[in-house]
């Protein structure tokens, strides 16, 4: 047996390679390298001094196999012929009965393992393993092992069909090759299918490689192959590179598919072991999978439900009317639905449950599987107790010997007496009793929130309750634990693609991301000229301000008068009203410059959000403070933060929603963690603009405390119309101000009644509060309660501006936020009824009760009867067709 060989590197880059047999008779091979390249043999890494300039240098390790077993000395290692060059490869009877019939490489790349993610389940995958089955070896098969040996996949090579099966079988290999040029060796279609008719070639990819094909011979389909197992098709290349990188595409592609897949016979594994009845059904509610809980709950059997819609089912007469209804419409909207049915067993008696309905979304958000998770309820027949498996009953006797009086005491998992657990487990280790006392120190802390001593108030009630009492209130503290207190269900009636698109587009933050598309907004920085006083006004525009204390003021006559810049001339009159320049000790001069500064800073080009609707809304304001009401509600601090807060409110609006800059990655979006962004901006940017120069600053002659104050106020306000709390804001005020005035009002005839009610507002900093959100909130949306012609008009202005986002979202291949606002198709009747009818006639119901506003209150009531005579008359326009001819 020959020695190692000796091996000698001068520092010229010369390779002094001895081999050294038995004889010791010496035979020198010299291999020159050149300067500055590594010396690198097939088995053996060779470093040079000129090597350590390479930025890196690939090193095979040695392929030498280990002895063999001493029952098979007799098989000499099998040795292969090699390209030039090459080291050869040798056999190594890892996994098959015959040396000469299959090979094993070890690759001299580090194999190492890959992360890969599938939801929020986190996996490793192993080195890769591939299986080469070819009769002859040759330049083909060469270039896809030394590609093997390039990825760090472990690679054997089998010639036969009976070894590379028997071959697969041990190693389960993720990449196969077959080699289908030749049917002189071996029928290359039955090797696949024989792999395919095993278990472990589930999720093996099968590649066959098939001869190229001359230019005159016409292109072959490749569903024969398909059919007989094979995955992919690979055309005659020898090329190492080639080879290499169809393998890494089957890695990075149908490889990690595969593996994802095998994952989930994970969570199948963990399905079937659920206590909980789980059922998923597809997106038309087809059952697609059961687990046994739920075949012991119902009484079925697996093959009994499978692919039947759920229609098809018996259903229990004990559920409301409308309840499927409201389920339906509740998860086609991709929302969860949790509540209590009334199921038919098998058997036919019905079963209550407790059933959370979660769909779940697939490719281009569309949804995709409906999963129900369902829990028996207690019955309220007596102490007749929900139904249980033998085995349920069985495990509960094992851990409570009295079952049936434990399940009354401690239905809720609330209810376990934390140091009872402790004291239980006391031969524990130490440091699961460490967890448990500090556990105990957590329920037994004095800080508590508000909403935590609500629940703790259900929980000792629950205690000593009726069953049905305690289900119930089970269902209410699982709504208290929700963060979505105020945002309601859509019903029904909210089945319309309208009403859809408004609140997803208003009330979302619009989280799906889209690298590379960056909104930039475009600063407005002409500088205008204003009256030098209050009283240095055009005669024309002076006309039109005499009336600004009526609700019918034409702000679009303002607009017209004053070139686009109503703001500064309106705010003027406004401010000198309310007596704002006194309160913060600022001169006029200084006044008159702020507001062009603010003025300069709205887009005259946005339809809709430009400094006329910041006009609109300060003129709202300041008619909502001139009721009896709100003035007896508010201090004057109140008053001038309201007024700055509706001057400011949409300061450099770009003319688009916050979901649009959240899904194009804006900067803006960025800096404000999608959160109220443009009202964040809104609120910063005036703040920033009115302290950069002193000229503009209305807050210099403020003293901290008062500044402090008032910037709190109107960062407030501002951040409330911000949509995606809208609710929240609107149930609040109802709550905290309207029902319980209306409740005092009904109490006392007294004629001081009105008086008392609105004094007991101002002591309550939290009411005022309320009420300027409130406030601040319908002055923003009044539209549809001004006269019909501003109202028309305003409504054109947004659908343009809604128009104009959706034509952007489109080009730049964005998700389009609202849909049905396509200029081509769009009704806007119907979008209008939609916004009245989800977000004004609540919310400015709760207001008039508040402030009296009947005038408001029958505009509002005559614009909605427009919209409908239009929708009813098919009508997609702002006017009838006929109103259109007559010039109206």
């Not at 003319?655 to 804006?666: D, Y």
């Not at 207001?847 to 509002?860: K, S």
Request: glycine share 4%.
């Amino acid at each position: 047996m020959g020695c190692a060989p000796s091996i000698h590197v001068s520092q010229s880059g010369v390779i002094y390679c001895r081999d050294s047999d038995e004889s010791n008779s010496p035979h020198q091979t010299t291999t020159t390298i050149s300067q500055g390249t590594a010396a690198t043999l097939h088995g053996l890494f060779i470093k040079t001094d000129a090597a350590d300039t390479i930025p890196s240098v690939l090193a095979y390790q040695s392929r030498q196999p280990p002895p063999p077993p001493p029952q098979q000395e007799k098989c000499a290692a099998h040795q292969r012929r090699e390209p030039a060059g090459r080291e050869s490869r040798t056999g190594v009877p890892h996994c098959c009965g015959v040396e000469a019939e299959t090979q094993t490489s070890q690759s001299s790349v580090k194999a190492s393992t890959t992360e890969i993610e599938i939801g929020p389940m986190r996996l490793t995958q192993d080195p890769i393993q591939v299986l080469l089955i070819f009769a002859k070896e040759d330049k083909q098969s060469d270039g896809f092992w030394w590609a093997c040996d390039r990825a760090g996949y472990r690679c054997n090579l089998a010639r036969t069909p009976e070894s590379a099966l028997e071959c697969f079988l041990d190693k389960h290999h993720e990449i196969i090759v077959i080699d289908q040029r030749n049917c002189r060796y071996f029928d290359a279609e039955a090797i696949c299918r024989s792999i395919r008719a095993t278990k472990p070639a589930e999720h093996t990819v099968i590649l066959a490689v098939v001869p190229q094909k001359s230019a005159a011979q016409e292109e072959t389909s490749v569903l024969p192959i398909l059919r007989a197992g094979f995955n992919r098709r690979f055309l005659e290349n020898s090329s190492i590179i080639a080879c290499y990188n169809e393998l890494i595409q089957i890695e990075h592609g149908e490889v990690r598919s595969q593996f994802k897949l095998r994952a989930c016979n994970s969570m199948f594994t963990a399905l079937e072991h659920c206590n909980e009845a789980i059922e998923i059904t597809s997106d038309d509610h087809i059952i697609q999978y059961v687990n046994p809980a739920f075949e012991r709950m119902m009484g079925y059997q697996k093959g009994e439900l499978i692919g039947k819609e759920l229609t098809e089912l018996p259903k229990s007469d004990k559920n409301h009317a409308d309840l499927l209804d409201t389920i339906n419409t509740c998860i086609k909207r991709g929302k969860e639905w949790q509540g209590v049915y009334y199921a038919r067993r098998k058997s036919g008696d019905s079963i209550q449950q407790h059933v959370k309905i979660t769909p779940v979304t697939g490719q281009g958000g569309k949804i995709r599987h409906f999963v129900s998770l369902k829990k028996l309820c207690c019955t309220n027949d007596g102490n007749k107790q929900p139904y249980k498996t033998p085995r349920d009953e069985k495990c509960a006797d094992q851990f409570h010997p009295d079952s049936h009086s434990f399940r009354c005491k401690n239905r809720r998992k609330e209810s376990i007496d934390v140091k009872s657990i402790t004291s239980q487990s006391s031969d524990a280790p130490s440091l699961q009793n460490r967890r448990y006392s500090s556990v105990a120190r957590i329920h037994s802390m004095t800080i508590e929130a508000p909403i935590t001593k609500v629940i703790n108030i259900i929980n000792s009630a629950q205690e000593n309750s009726p069953v049905t009492v305690a289900e119930a209130l089970d269902r209410v503290l699982e709504i208290l634990r929700t963060t979505e207190l105020y945002s309601p269900q859509l019903g029904t009636k909210d089945e319309d693609p309208h009403t859809s698109d408004l609140v997803g587009g208003l009330m979302t933050d619009g989280l799906r991301r889209l690298s590379g598309n960056e909104y930039v907004f475009s600063k407005n920085t002409n500088h205008l000229s204003v009256p030098i006083t209050i009283n240095d006004v055009p005669p024309s525009i002076a006309h039109l301000l005499d009336n600004e204390e009526s609700w019918d003021f034409n702000i679009f006559e303002l607009e017209a008068v004053t070139n686009k810049r109503p703001l500064v001339y309106l705010g003027l009159k406004i401010f000198a009203r309310f007596g704002v320049c006194e309160f913060l000790n600022c001169s006029e001069a200084t006044l008159r410059a702020w507001f062009q500064v603010i003025e300069a800073n709205y887009h005259s080009s946005n339809s809709y959000h430009n400094s006329t609707h910041a006009a609109d809304v300060l003129h709202a304001t300041a008619f909502f403070l001139g009721k009896e009401r709100v003035k007896a509600s508010l201090d004057h601090l109140d008053e001038v933060a309201a007024l700055i807060a509706a001057t400011v409110h949409d300061v450099d609006h770009p003319g688009r929603t916050n979901s649009f800059l959240c899904n194009a990655g804006s900067e803006l979006a960025v800096l404000y963690n999608d959160t109220a962004v443009l009202e964040s901006h809104h609120t910063a940017l005036a703040f920033q603009l009115t302290a950069k120069d002193n000229k503009c600053n209305i807050f210099k002659n403020l003293n901290r405390n008062h500044y402090r104050t008032l910037r709190q106020a109107i960062i407030d306000m501002v951040l409330a119309t911000e949509m995606t709390k809208h609710f929240e804001h609107v149930n609040k005020f109802v709550n905290s101000i309207t029902k319980p005035m209306a409740s005092e009002e009904t109490n006392s005839n007294n004629e001081g009644s009105d008086c008392e009610c609105t004094t007991n507002l101002k002591n309550f900093p939290d009411n005022q509060t309320l009420i300027k959100r409130m406030m601040i909130k319908c002055a923003d949306v009044s539209n549809p309660c001004r006269p019909l012609e501003l109202c028309i008009e305003w409504a054109g202005r947004i659908s343009e501006e809604y128009f104009a986002q959706t034509d952007e979202e489109k080009r730049q291949g964005l998700p389009v936020v609202m849909p049905v606002f396509d200029r081509n198709t769009c009704s806007i009747p119907k979008s209008q009824i939609s916004f009245i009818d989800y977000f004004i006639m609540d919310m400015f119901d709760a207001w008039d009760a508040f402030a009296h506003l009947p005038v408001l209150m029958q505009h509002l009531a005559n614009n909605y009867k427009h919209w409908k005579t239009l929708d009813e008359s098919k009508c997609r326009s702002l006017r009838l067709p006929s109103e259109n001819n007559n010039g109206s």
